[in-house]
């Protein structure tokens, strides 16, 4: 069947705000989503960071002096949560998804954009409702993994409106994910084919597989463990007769592809944005999709590694800590695929370039402690200790966060069509990646000599190192500062950036700068070679 | 699913654009209904696993009486057929019987609801009663839900292809059709939760 699309039903976004009150309103515009995605996930952001200054100044100390105990629990919980569920997910996912995907293929807005808009809108109560549960009775106490029975023995109304809130993220990305699904596959323009798509289409075509398959699996686990603390069932309660490494394996069923959820995007991304600065062609572009797809299915499969000290027989040891030596393949090929394409390209050091560095960097680090925590010896001996948080803290923030800023920059001119200031830029890079890699880098010997994570008070032989860590979440802190200040001021007085300031070839710079709201004035173009840098190409209207 | 060829040509800022595109609801339904069957496999794996690793004290060992959920079954799988039967009488524009299918459809699924509440009034057992207990009650009860949500649809929907003023014909089948593969779907769960928590 197919369906005509009737401008009077569609296209009534005149009946809508204009200017910046849009962004307010119930907008059906990707575009308008995106933006909305963006902000209200930094805006988390800036209440997460807050909370993870407040736990390195407890750990400053040896001591619990900062603030008392549970209340470190509570913090360094929402934390966990606000920076994986408000900001990275949404943002890596729904902010950069919704603004590129349907330029990448050439359609004029989602698959399904009312879905989009509820998607987006489950967003802001659920996380208004986490960030206030902290004054209800206290707010949930079991870190982000929400582990029985602790998660059961804490006080209850905290950990249940934690695990609403949870329900109504995974909702939300979860229609998302359906979303994006059916844009790729089934809006692409006529005549372009799958393997011209933009990198980041397939970044998010399988993302969003992993999130239709393993975000309901989560849902599940968290209802039952709500039957557990509401209804005193025994799912997870060993008192009663159930079973916790259960509720471990169905968590980590989610949790483990939720680290792809929030780093493959990041691939997509980074495979944009490098070609376009260094003039050169995306190489390997056919291997990037196959390990794309590689890291799909091999992330369904290797959940258990997180759980080596759970009991586990010896043979889920040994399956798990092979297949997660495997995601090491492809994700190695992605690597040396980006390092090929800057490889004798006409590089411009500018705030875009800078950050997707700062992440091939700090990525290489995060994968190699990953292969090392694979390896059963080795993760029982630094199990639950700084040096997994160091290790996580070099994929997500290191990798996934530095990526967020780099496309804010790289695509900021096209949102705006204004330029942000470089000389702001590069400050705020600097100061990021000295800022993190001080305050994660000491970690991992803190974890190697044995000090254990999620606990505000430490042996004082460790305080050294540890306030040197402490001076780097200063100094990531600070480092906010600057690019705040870049963004209110280009927004008002940047200079003007023209339609394709980066003369980059994917399709959303062939439009004008910020795009009309249906992305193009004619026709979309047929893009035929995204990254045909230095190739003579035509762009057939 | 239907093939029609309803491309307009539509008129776009007094231009000559063709827009049309395939219609991908279904797609983006079957996208959800994979997502809610991975709910459902979440369940069924936790359910096995406490079955293996679990086993119950023997005073609590209890058989399950087939009767009951045999005739459900049977009751959903029969609602299969007569909602496809709707589906039949619709395309052909038949909408009074079409309505009738329906009626009949969600009066299966409603007596599926009130066996199964029956079910549950005589077992022995309550939902904290022991980890099987509480397995079963979580199982068949959030099954249970789907079936609700579904009727409530079937009734909508029946509504809908009324003869004067229902939005449903042969020429809009989509709300017909998506309700029709969410009742399958609710069935198929049925058939495989049947077989794991019944009959293994």
Redesign the interface.
């Known amino acids: 069947?197919?369906?005509?699309?009737?401008?009077q039903k569609t296209n009534n976004e005149s009946l809508q705000p204009k200017g910046w009150l849009r962004y307010f309103s119930f907008s059906l515009d990707h575009k308008v989503i995106g933006i909305q995605y963006l902000i209200c996930g930094f805006l988390f952001y800036l209440i997460g960071g807050t909370l993870a200054s407040a736990i390195r100044i407890e750990l400053a100390s040896p001591m619990s002096d900062f603030m008392p105990r549970d209340v470190y629990n509570q913090v360094l919980t929402l934390h966990g949560t606000i920076m994986i569920f408000l900001w990275i997910v949404p943002v890596v996912n729904g902010a950069f998804g919704n603004y590129l995907i349907p330029f990448y293929v050439g359609a004029r807005d989602m698959?399904?954009p009312r879905?989009n808009a509820v998607a987006f809108w489950l967003i802001p109560p659920s996380g208004l409702m986490l960030v206030t549960s902290y004054f209800v009775e206290g707010a949930a106490q079991a870190g982000w993994t929400a582990y029985p029975p602790l998660s059961i023995t804490t006080p209850q109304s905290g950990q249940i409106i934690w695990i609403l809130s949870v329900l109504l993220l995974g909702g939300s990305s979860?229609f998302g994910?359906?979303?994006f699904?059916?844009t790729i596959?089934?809006?692409r323009r006529p005549g372009l084919k799958l393997m011209q798509l933009p990198m980041y289409c397939w970044a998010m075509l399988g993302t969003s597989l992993l999130v239709?398959?393993?975000?309901?699996?989560l849902?599940?686990?968290l209802?039952?463990l709500s039957?557990d603390i509401i209804?005193?069932?025994?799912?997870f309660n060993p008192v009663?007769?159930?079973?916790v490494?259960?509720y471990q394996?169905?968590f980590w069923?989610y949790s483990h592809p939720a680290v792809y959820i929030m780093v493959l995007p990041a691939f997509g991304l980074v495979s944009e944005i490098l070609p376009v600065h260094a003039r050169k062609p995306l190489f390997g572009y056919t291997t990037m999709v196959f390990s794309i797809m590689g890291i799909v299915v091999l992330g369904l499969v290797v959940w258990a590694h997180h759980m080596f000290t759970s009991g586990t027989p010896p043979w889920m040891r040994l399956f798990f800590t092979i297949a997660t030596a495997f995601i090491a393949v492809p994700t190695g090929i992605k690597f040396f695929n980006w390092v090929a394409t800057l490889w004798g390209g006409k590089i411009s050091i500018n705030s875009a370039m800078l950050f997707s560095c700062g992440f091939i960097i700090n990525f290489v680090f995060g994968g190699i402690t990953g292969v090392a925590l694979a390896q059963v010896p080795f993760d029982i001996h630094v199990h639950d200790t700084y040096f997994v948080v160091a290790h996580f803290h070099y994929i997500v923030y290191g990798g996934t966060v530095f990526i967020i800023f780099s496309s804010i920059y790289h695509w900021f001119p096209k949102v705006t069509g204004k330029m942000l200031n470089e000389k702001l830029g590069i400050l705020h890079f600097i100061i990021t990646f000295i800022g993190f890699n001080l305050c994660f880098a000491p970690q991992h010997w803190l974890g190697l000599n044995g000090m254990p994570r999620r606990v505000a008070e430490y042996d004082p032989q460790f305080q050294f190192v540890n306030q040197i860590s402490s001076l780097g979440a200063l100094l990531m802190a600070i480092s906010t500062i600057p690019f705040l200040i870049n963004v209110f001021l280009s927004v008002r007085k940047g200079k003007n950036a023209g339609d394709n300031p980066w003369n980059a070839l994917t399709p959303e710079w062939l439009t004008s700068s910020p795009p009309p709201v249906e992305n193009w004035e004619?026709?979309a173009p047929l893009v035929e070679e995204p990254y045909g840098y230095g190739k003579e190409i035509s762009v057939q209207k | 699913?239907?093939?029609?060829?309803?491309?307009?040509e539509?008129?776009?800022?007094n231009?000559e654009?063709k827009?049309?595109?395939?219609?991908?609801?279904m797609?983006?339904l079957i996208?959800?209904l994979?997502?809610?069957?991975?709910?459902?496999?979440?369940?069924f794996?936790?359910y096995l696993?406490?079955k293996a690793?679990?086993p119950?004290p023997d005073s609590a060992i209890y058989e399950l009486e087939l009767p009951i959920p045999t005739l459900n079954t049977i009751l959903l799988l029969v609602s299969s057929a007569t909602f496809h039967k709707a589906g039949k009488a619709l395309l052909k524009d038949k909408n009074s019987d079409s309505q009738k299918w329906l009626f009949f459809t969600a009066f299966l699924g409603i007596i599926f609801l009130i066996c199964q509440l029956f079910e549950y009034f005589h077992l022995p057992f309550g939902?904290?009663d022991?980890?099987f207990a509480?397995?079963f009650y979580?199982l068949t009860g959030?099954h249970g839900l789907h079936v609700t949500l579904g009727t409530l649809m079937i009734l909508i929907i029946a509504w809908q292809s009324r003869i004067n003023g229902g939005r449903l014909n042969s020429q809009n089948m989509?709300p017909l059709e998506a309700v029709e593969l969410y009742w399958h779907f609710v069935d198929g769960i049925w058939v495989i939760l049947f077989i794991i928590l019944y009959l293994l």
């Open positions: 069947m197919t369906i005509s699309i009737d401008p698959a399904f879905l979860i994910g359906i979303n699904i059916a596959i089934k809006l239709v398959l393993s975000t309901p699996v849902a599940g686990t209802i039952l039957f209804a005193n069932t025994g799912f009663l007769g159930g079973n490494v259960v394996h169905l069923f004619g026709e | 699913m239907t093939t029609l060829d309803s491309s307009k539509i008129q776009k800022n231009s654009v827009e049309t595109h395939e219609d991908f609801r797609f983006g996208t959800f994979i997502a809610d069957g991975m709910t459902f496999a979440g369940f794996a936790a696993t406490y690793v679990n119950l939902l904290t022991n980890l509480s397995t979580a959030f989509f």
